[in-house]
C-alpha cells in the first residue's frame, strides 16, 4: 500500500496564473481533505469531500475549488493565485469521513512569484 | 468556533528526559483527537488516535491522554530522543480537522 501520495511534490507559477494539484488516497478510503500550511503555521482546513461532494468547506474564497473522481483521487484547483497562496498543500485520506484516523500525503510545495 | 492551543510553543530538553506536550480544545463536542508529527517541510505522520469515547492511547514510549470534559489533551513521551526532534500538532475532528500550531521539540544529544 503506497498511502496517501500527492503530485506534484513542488510547483513554482507567478501571480495571475492557475493550478492544479492531486491526492490520490490511501487504498480503502473514501474520503479526501486539502489543507494550506503556510510557513511556521499549523495546516488550515480548506474542504473535504465524500461520494465525489464538497461536504465541509473552510474559509477560502472561491477560488479554491475541487474534485473528487470516482476512484476517490481527488484534486485542488486555485485560480488567480496570489503571492500569500504560496504554502504546503497537504492532503489526507480516510474512510467514512474523518470519523477515523486521518493519513496524510508528503504534501506540495506551491511557490508563487 | 473550535479553537485549539498548543504550549508550549517550543521546548528543548536534554535526552533521555520524559516530557509532557500540552493541548486545550475549546469546544468538547469532538469525535476523536489525533497527534501528529511533522519534520520541516515534510508532511505529516499520525502518532496516536484517541477517540471521543477513550481515556487514553498507548504506543511504545508515547502516551496520549484525553479529557473531554475539561477540553485537553497531552502527549507524553518517555526517554526522549534526538530522533523525537519534530513539531508536534494536536488535531481535533469535530466534522473538520481544526489543528494547534504546534509545539517545536528539539531534543539535544
Known amino acids: 500500500d503506497a498511502g496517501v501520495t500527492q503530485s506534484p511534490t513542488h510547483l513554482i507559477k507567478t501571480r495571475g496564473q492557475q493550478v492544479t494539484l492531486r491526492c490520490s488516497p490511501k487504498?480503502?478510503?473514501?474520503?479526501v481533505s486539502w489543507y494550506q500550511q503556510a510557513l511556521g503555521q499549523g495546516p488550515q482546513f480548506i474542504f473535504q469531500y465524500y461520494e465525489e461532494e464538497e461536504r465541509q468547506r473552510g474559509n477560502f474564497p472561491d477560488r479554491f475549488s475541487g474534485h473528487q473522481f470516482p476512484n476517490y483521487s481527488s484534486e485542488l484547483n486555485v485560480n488567480a493565485l496570489l503571492l500569500g497562496d504560496s504554502a504546503l498543500y497537504l492532503c489526507?485520506?480516510?474512510?467514512?469521513?474523518?470519523?477515523?484516523?486521518?493519513?496524510f500525503g508528503p504534501g506540495t510545495r506551491l511557490t508563487v512569484l | 468556533k473550535q479553537e485549539v492551543t498548543q504550549i508550549p510553543a517550543a521546548l528543548s530538553v536534554p535526552e533521555g528526559e520524559n516530557l509532557v506536550l500540552n493541548c486545550s480544545f475549546t469546544?468538547?463536542?469532538?469525535?476523536?483527537l489525533q497527534w501528529f508529527r511533522q519534520d520541516p517541510g515534510k508532511g505529516l505522520t499520525s502518532l496516536l488516535l484517541?477517540?471521543?469515547?477513550?481515556r487514553e492511547q498507548t504506543s511504545g514510549r508515547l502516551n496520549a491522554s484525553l479529557d473531554k470534559s475539561s477540553g485537553r489533551s497531552t502527549l507524553y513521551i518517555a526517554a526522549s530522543q534526538p530522533g523525537d526532534s519534530a513539531t508536534y500538532l494536536c488535531v481535533v475532528e469535530g466534522g473538520k480537522l481544526i489543528f494547534g500550531q504546534g509545539t517545536e521539540l528539539s531534543v539535544k544529544p
Open positions: 489526507a485520506s480516510s474512510w467514512d469521513r474523518g470519523y477515523n484516523e486521518q493519513f
Open positions: 469546544d468538547s463536542a469532538i469525535y476523536n
Open positions: 484517541i477517540q471521543s469515547s477513550q
Open positions: 487504498s480503502g478510503h473514501d474520503t
